[in-house]
């Protein structure tokens, strides 16, 4: 669905919706290693963004949208080849803002929590 917005190098996520609700998923690579062997910081929070992004979408019915602020609390550390996934949730919305939180998982572990606020550009109407 939204794949092709996915920082070039990262990988392709997947997605599927369980029970109604979606998650996206990474498998992360050995090159993905930060020099203390764990997944790197800026792959996880690329994700983050990305798949946060994809929830803010599904909310404003696809209309153009920038991330504002994103917070990352790191958890545990991910090593490489550990297959992420993030389960996510739209906690507020409103004209021009959407505010989302989630949790990344590494091979079912909680390793990242993630929140942060989107601004979207809806048309204006016109009087």
Not at 22 to 36: E, F, I, K, M, V
Request: net charge neutral; with cysteine; aromatic share 8%.
């Amino acid at each position: 669905m939204h794949h092709d917005l996915m920082p070039a190098g990262i990988g392709t996520p997947w997605e599927r919706q369980v029970d109604g609700q979606w998650r996206y998923g990474l498998q992360t690579r050995p090159d993905h290693a930060n020099p203390a062997g764990a997944v790197h910081g800026g792959i996880l929070v690329a994700f983050a963004d990305h798949t946060l992004g994809c929830y803010v979408a599904a909310e404003a019915d696809n209309v153009p949208n920038v991330t504002i602020q994103l917070n990352t609390h790191f958890l545990a550390a991910v090593p490489p080849g550990a297959f992420l996934e993030l389960r996510g949730e739209v906690t507020r919305a409103t004209g021009s803002m959407v505010f989302v939180r989630g949790v990344i998982s590494a091979d079912g572990q909680d390793s990242v929590a993630v929140d942060g606020i989107w601004r979207v550009f809806r048309k204006r109407r016109s009087a």
